[in-house]
């Protein structure tokens, strides 16, 4: 199966003619059209005549083109806009909603050759963990299709773990990438904050959004992100460093890394076949020659409120616009978690609780940054779990407000903080569902995460495992 | 009817908008008056679609700094922009972006005739769009063109210093004429360009310290229906509280019609803007050293003008404050005044001139020999006979031999000496353009 | 309860049917208990962080970019009138700037 492979090998069997470009977009057509009445990843896809007209232009011109993207199918997170298509963030007020622009990071993309596909389906405006709360029907995990495909990349993730294109670009705000990269079984990364444009991003949160790429391996991760990385004239809050060469940054030895283990992250209060699944991770770092170092971080037991109390009062800011005149639909049209979310901002933000609340939320922001650059003293990246658990059965979370909320505990202090985080599979439960890690690094530090997740993965396999859906297309 | 003599408390916040070539945060034309329709100089960050992120405009935060350092403030060394949160259709994003508690400038001050007015503050902030209200199909609707959303406003806040209408409309007309003199803004009433609003309240004369309410006149687009407004409303309030009564937070209109203020919110309930710092805009940080930079490249301001044309000119202030208005204009007459001092003409009396209308001021640099001829031939000059005229200039030369040497290097002040001894030889009333002329002549043989 | 959710709902302008008040506010109760504990940090006064990134100053010159035009700028309004965006009446200037 041709989306079964890595875009470094896509890429020179393209140039080589070994196959073509219209072969790869045949092939994804193929398998959105027999997987995804059952997955529900897309909420809209671009019709096969505009896709294989361009695919047969670009067929024609590959000896032009350098990047080993040129050709690659890809779809992005429907928070994304997209000219003349219609762009909804997963949400009814947009459902008809057709911007005259195209978001940066599509740009880049398109510009370096690969074709999108389509939109994915997502959790509303960012507002979940499980793609559950979503106008366009919940998502299903492509491992078991009654339980979540998680959230709210929901749709990207399972995309890419149901082959159906070869990398999705998510959005990640509080764990939006790495938590249906986790259990999914692919690979996602949140970049340092800044790092990617956010110009045509549907904001969620800010201070906290990301744009990161989902794929099946962290080399194909570094690949794109060589691309889309870099400062935006029209993003203020893009950064100005110098793009790193990241996939020229893989395959560097990884011994005498310092790998830490913070306690408040390896209790017992979750999923301890999960917490063993990390422990082994860390054991086999352990065996191609890191080390470890224990380390405490007391407020990263506060992450799900100082998380939220930003996250809140950011979306209730964020969401003021849409109220129907210019565009879209009315604020009735809101589903009710995005309405708790936008009530619980508002109330952050009021006069009388501010002072307590949003503004806490900033010191707080304040002392967990010191305390990350502290521990980044001690160690050179650190290992948590994605999420607490395997994926739920549909139905449970979205019913559990709070519970759903409690599922970003292992991954909102990355965005809190602003630092890169890399999700990748590291095995399967007892029933079979798809477990993940992280691998946090210091802002800025993406080559050395995505080196280390990549040396991971040349000595395992749990990335390559493929869902039963896919059936006989597995070869 | 009591006898207490009730003295205004009264402080003003003014809107300006800049003449930046483009919006506060996007790229669009700054020209909401001039557009040929509606919604055209729009695009997806002042629209607020989906997606969009503002930049703020370097020019427009470097005119508010100029404006402050103008107005004696101190500059906030680290600032940044605020949201602030309210839901009313010309604001698209749903709050505007303003600055909430570092605002660039602060503590200045302007003075009037009757006493010094304290700038509490200047911020800079992004217009809204226009509504009109209209009945189509007899229905009332409103209609809303986003041209004007996303213009930079400047606002201009004052402490409660001014106690009288005739002190808040002069304090109005010279923040006016020193906006426009700093060419930042038009300040044209007509077209919201400039807004005024005025707090009002009253104490007993004698008392200290603020009153515990005032009412907020606002929407008034003239000086005039401001000093109105003001004296309706401390009648108003002196009758309300001889009867001991109390006077509603409230913001009012000015109703022209009637000659009323109007009701037209109450503030009881403050509004809740939720002000928080806008994450997408990095913060805004000076050296001491950039701002005294700024300071010494500032124009000279009218005040300084004045003085100085006085000393260097001779010009009396009487003249010349009603000769500028702008700091192009006022460059332009200062080379007209120049040329006029080395050629030995009386400045003052060309002011005068000018002032009078008697000849009308050079429009542009090149056209100040033009005013200076104009200007000469005002002045009745006794006859000449240009021979005479001519014989007098020749032995003057003679009498000087290195003049032609000098003239001939390139050094053409001899020819404003060469004037001098011509004037002071032929006691004369002579036409000083005649005279040069001629002089020109006879160097050139 | 019930009192902050309304006036909380008003300020956002979100529009909750007495019928799903009673859920509203059994949720947001439990949400918003379990946030107050960010009420008790110790947060030894530290300074707020409001964004991670270094930059400062990122300005844009003050130039004129192309805009959308008019019919961009309309094509996804439901409600339009001769180049304008079409609202019910709103009471004359009630609104502070």
């Known amino acids: 199966m041709l989306l079964d492979k890595s875009i470094l090998e896509l890429a020179s069997l393209i140039k080589n003619r070994e196959i073509s470009i219209t072969d790869l977009v045949k092939e994804s057509l193929r398998q959105i059209e027999m997987l995804d ?27 032009a083109h350098k990047s080993p993207l040129y050709g690659i199918p890809f779809s992005v997170k429907d928070s994304y806009v997209t000219e003349s298509m219609i762009t909804t963030a997963g949400s009814n007020i947009l459902k008809t909603y057709q911007p005259p622009y195209t978001a940066t990071v599509i740009k880049k993309l398109i510009d370096a050759g690969a074709i999108l596909l389509g939109k994915n389906n997502q959790d509303s405006w960012g507002h979940g ?23 709210s990349s929901g749709g990207s993730a399972a995309a890419v773990s149901s082959r159906m294109v070869t990398f999705s670009i998510g959005e990640d705000t509080g764990g939006s990438i790495r938590n249906p990269s986790a259990l999914c079984s692919v690979s996602g990364l949140k970049v340092s904050y800044g790092r990617v444009s956010r110009y045509g991003t549907i904001a969620y949160a800010s201070s906290l959004d990301t744009v990161g790429p989902i794929a099946k391996s962290s080399e194909d991760i570094a690949h794109i992100l060589g691309v889309i990385a870099g400062v935006d004239l029209k993003d203020a809050s893009s950064s100005m460093r110098p793009v790193t060469d990241y996939s020229h940054s893989l395959h560097k030895p990884i011994d005498g890394v310092k790998i830490g283990i913070p306690k408040q992250f390896f209790s017992d209060n979750y999923s301890s076949e999960v917490k063993e699944l990390v422990l082994d991770a860390v054991e086999k770092f352990k065996s191609m020659g890191c080390t470890t170092v224990n380390l405490d971080m007391p407020l990263l037991q506060h992450s799900i409120p100082i998380y939220y109390m930003l996250a809140a009062s950011e979306t209730s800011s964020n969401l003021a616009r849409f109220d129907g005149i210019r565009y879209g639909n009315d604020r009735s049209n809101f589903l009710p978690e995005s309405k708790r979310r936008i009530i619980l901002g508002t109330y952050a933000l009021s006069a009388g609780y501010a002072d307590k609340l949003y503004k806490n939320a900033q010191r707080a922001r304040t002392l967990l940054i010191e305390s990350y650059q502290g521990v980044f003293k001690k160690c050179d990246v650190i290992i948590a779990p994605t999420t607490p658990n395997t994926a739920q059965k549909l139905g449970e979370l979205i019913n559990n407000p709070m519970e759903n909320m409690l599922s970003d505990v292992f991954t909102t202090s990355a965005n809190i903080v602003g630092v890169p985080s890399i999700s990748v599979p590291i095995g399967f439960s007892k029933n079979e569902l798809p477990v993940g890690m992280q691998i946090i690094g210091n802002v800025f530090e993406e080559a050395d995460i995505l080196n280390l997740a990549d040396a991971y993965q040349s000595e395992t396999d749990w990335h390559t495992k493929t869902p039963k859906i896919l059936g006989s297309e597995n070869d | 009817m009591t006898d207490i003599k009730y003295e205004l408390v009264c402080g003003m916040e003014v809107h300006a908008e800049l003449k930046t070539a483009s919006k506060m945060f996007c790229g669009c034309k700054n020209d909401p008056f001039g557009a040929e329709k509606p919604n055209s100089h729009t695009c997806p960050v002042c629209l607020a679609l989906p997606g969009a992120l503002p930049v703020a405009n370097k020019k427009a935060i470097e005119w508010t700094i100029m404006l402050g350092l103008a107005l004696g403030c101190k500059i906030n060394l680290f600032s940044k922009f605020d949201r602030k949160h309210y839901f009313y259709p010309d604001l698209p994003k749903g709050y505007q972006i303003s600055q909430y508690d570092l605002p660039f400038c602060y503590d200045g001050k302007l003075e009037t005739s009757s006493g010094t007015v304290r700038i509490h503050r200047i911020h800079l902030e992004e217009d809204t769009g226009k509504l009109l209200h209209k009945k189509i199909n007899g229905e009332d609707v409103s209609l809303i063109d986003f041209n004007r959303g996303g213009v930079p406003l400047i606002e201009i806040v004052t402490e409660a210093d001014i106690h009288s209408p005739e002190q808040a409309k002069e304090y109005g007309k010279k923040l006016r004429e020193l906006l426009r003199y700093l060419e930042i803004s038009d300040c044209d009433m007509d077209q919201g360009g400039m807004r005024l609003e005025a707090n009002v309240s009253l104490r007993p004369v004698g008392e200290n310290g603020l009153p515990s309410y005032k009412t907020e006149l606002k929407n008034i687009n003239s000086f005039k229906f401001m000093e109105q407004a003001i004296n309706f409303e401390m009648d108003r309030q002196a009758k309300k509280l001889d009867l001991g009564e109390e006077i509603q937070q409230e913001t009012l209109g000015w109703n022209t019609t009637t000659q009323e203020t109007f009701s037209q919110r109450s503030k009881e309930e403050a509004e809740d803007y939720r002000y928080f710092p806008d994450p997408d805009l990095p913060p805004i940080r000076f050296t001491q050293t950039q701002i005294d930079e700024m300071k010494k490249s500032m124009p000279e301001l009218p005040t300084q003008i004045i003085e100085r044309w006085k ?13 500028f208005s702008s700091v192009s204009n006022a460059k332009i007459l200062e080379s007209l005044f120049s040329k006029a001092k080395k050629e030995k003409i009386s400045a003052d009396k060309l002011a005068s001139a000018l002032v009078n209308k008697q000849i009308s001021a050079p429009k542009i640099q090149d056209d100040a020999e033009k005013t200076l001829k104009d200007f000469a031939n005002l002045n009745s000059v006794d006859d000449v006979d240009t021979d005479e005229l001519k014989t007098t200039i020749e032995k003057i030369l003679s009498e000087n031999p290195d003049v032609r040497e000098k003239y001939a290097r390139g050094e053409k002040q001899v020819l404003g000496f060469l004037m001098g001894q011509v004037m002071r030889t032929s006691g004369k009333r002579l036409d000083p353009v005649l005279v040069r002329a001629t002089i020109l002549l006879s160097l050139e043989e | 309860m019930s009192q902050i959710v309304k006036h909380l709902a008003k300020l956002a302008a979100l529009e909750i049917p ?14 918003f208990e379990y946030m107050d504990q960010i009420k008790e940090l110790d947060l030894e006064m530290a300074p707020e962080t409001y964004r991670t990134t270094e930059e400062e100053n990122v300005l844009r010159d003050d130039k004129i970019e192309p805009s959308l035009t008019q019919e961009q700028a309309l094509e996804n309004a439901k409600k339009t009138h001769e180049g304008f965006f079409l609202v019910p009446a709103i009471l004359k200037d009630t609104h502070a700037s």
Request: avoid cysteine; charged fraction near 30%; proline fraction near 3%.
């Open chain 2, 311 to 323: 000393s260097e000119y001779g010009i009396e202030p009487r003249f010349s404050s009603m000769l």
């Open chain 3, 18 to 31: 007495d019928s799903e008040m009673k859920g509203y506010e059994e949720q947001l109760s439990e949400i």
């Open chain 1, 37 to 63: 009445g059952k997955v529900n990843a897309f909420i809209s896809v671009r019709k096969s005549e505009d896709l294989l007209a361009e695919a047969l232009l670009k067929d024609k011109s590959i000896e």
């Open chain 1, 129 to 151: 963990g499980s793609n559950e709360n979503s106008d366009f029907g919940s998502v299903k995990n492509p491992w078991d299709l009654e339980r979540i495909a998680g959230g």
